[in-house]
């Protein structure tokens, strides 16, 4: 059946929900390739408004770290990670960036025919916000993204204290969308208590925004070189001397967390979102979309596996919607949620034990090997037993919890939705 994988975002028609998210990958100079490989729109890169360099010129590009026992990121389990810094000697970061600086990238990013959201990050000083916005919108912007979460510049973004101070955030957005006529959407980050997720999403709503991303990156330290003691990753200061820090940290190890504030954002306000945190592939992207997601904006996959993985997000997606008779994206957007009530679950608990499923085993993929027995007897009811060689589940004890399935090498353990238990996604 054919299929329409088209979105409008803040009314502005993208092809597909895949958009580049702030990040290396939606350079000006990659722009062109990147509309050329077929992505549906990008979001510029923070630090290439915030640096005082030409629009293509010598940035302090991340240097990425993953975690140790991570060979390589497509080879199970893929819950891998980035960690970056953009720390580089000499460096100048404007502080304020001068508002003709984001109008030039503004322009040369238009030029590569995408729409473009214009990723803008500030001080305490709300009169800079707006005008940087100002120069945005002079430059074309297709969206205003501002970024009160952003966790890497001292003095910026979230440093500020914007995602504690409900007040001095509603004042930004009000006062940006007084003085400008493009659409304004305001980036979150999911490094919060569920309650302040929503609250955050309120206050921005109140203030007149039109949409919300979330989330942004995450400050983190992947690891420590314990042979050396040395941080994973590591720079030299200036004064000679090998330094590391809490940088950030990007990629599917904080999807989870980027699934859950999808969700309560969802749950809270009547707002477009747009969902970002570790997708990988056509799946993590309609995990994403189910909860409440309109579009999905992708960072470090686009720089791990390159700006042509877009073509098998899109196929992906097609193939999907064709087989479960989508015809269009609108139609399974915040279904899980709807159906589920993900976002609300702190509000109604009950017993996640009851749950229309049975864990079950492949009697002839089981070896008796007995791996499932210590987390069943440590965390669970002592409910598996290994009979004849193979292992035998006692349902009246079994508590769902799923460690069988985790630590079966054979991968002869799954879990199976009883028939006729699920409701169907509205």
């Known amino acids: 059946m054919a299929v329409d994988m088209s979105v409008e975002f803040c009314g502005v028609k993208f092809k597909h929900p895949f958009l580049l998210s702030s990040s290396p990958a939606a350079r000006v100079e990659a722009l062109p390739k990147a509309a050329k490989a077929g992505w549906a729109g990008a979001v510029t890169w923070t630090a290439e408004i915030m640096c005082d360099v030409e629009p293509g010129g010598d940035y302090a590009l991340p240097q990425y770290r993953v975690p140790h026992g991570v060979s390589y990121i497509d080879k199970a389990p893929a819950f891998w990670s980035f960690q970056s810094t953009h720390v580089k000697q000499g460096l100048k970061v404007q502080d304020p960036c001068p508002a003709d600086r ?47 979460s952003y966790a890497i510049l001292p003095g910026a973004g979230m440093h500020l204290g914007f995602h504690r101070d409900l007040g001095m955030t509603k004042n930004l957005i009000s006062s940006i969308k007084e003085k400008t006529h493009t659409p304004l959407m305001v980036k979150l980050n999911a490094l919060l208590i569920p ?77 477009p979102i747009s969902a970002i945190g570790g997708v990988v592939d056509w799946h993590s992207a309609v995990e994403y979309m189910m909860l409440g997601a309109s579009t999905v904006q992708v960072g470090s996959a686009a720089i791990a596996y390159g700006l042509r993985m877009v073509k098998n997000l899109t196929q992906g997606l097609e193939q999907f919607m064709a087989r479960k008779g989508y015809g269009s994206v609108k139609e399974f957007v915040g279904a899980t949620n709807r159906t589920y009530g993900v976002g609300q679950v702190y509000s109604n608990p009950g017993d996640s034990r009851l749950q229309p499923r049975v864990m079950t085993v492949d009697w002839e993929k089981c070896n008796g090997c007995g791996r499932c027995m210590p987390p069943c007897e440590i965390s669970g009811r002592q409910a598996i037993k290994v009979v004849d060689n193979v292992a035998v589940i006692n349902q009246d004890l079994c508590q769902k919890c799923n460690l069988c399935m985790l630590v079966c090498p054979e991968g002869a353990v799954k879990s199976l939705w009883q028939p006729g238990a699920l409701p169907i996604l509205s």
Not at 113 to 127: H, R
């Open 195 to 271: 309650q302040e997720v929503r609250d955050w999403a309120k206050a921005c709503e109140e203030a007149g925004a039109d949409a919300i991303a979330i989330t942004n990156s995450m400050p983190g330290v992947v690891g420590v070189d314990v042979e050396t003691g040395a941080p994973i990753s590591t720079f030299v200061d200036n004064s000679g001397r090998t330094r590391g820090m809490v940088e950030i940290v990007t990629g599917p190890g904080i999807r989870p967390l980027g699934l859950a504030s999808v969700a309560l954002v969802n749950s809270t306000v009547n707002l």
């Open 102 to 148: 984001v109008e030039l990238v503004t322009r040369k990013s238009k030029e590569s025919g995408l729409p473009v959201a214009v990723n803008i990050v500030g001080t305490k000083d709300i009169d800079y916000w707006v005008k940087a916005c100002q120069a945005a919108e002079r430059g074309g912007a297709d969206i205003l993204e501002v970024n009160p």
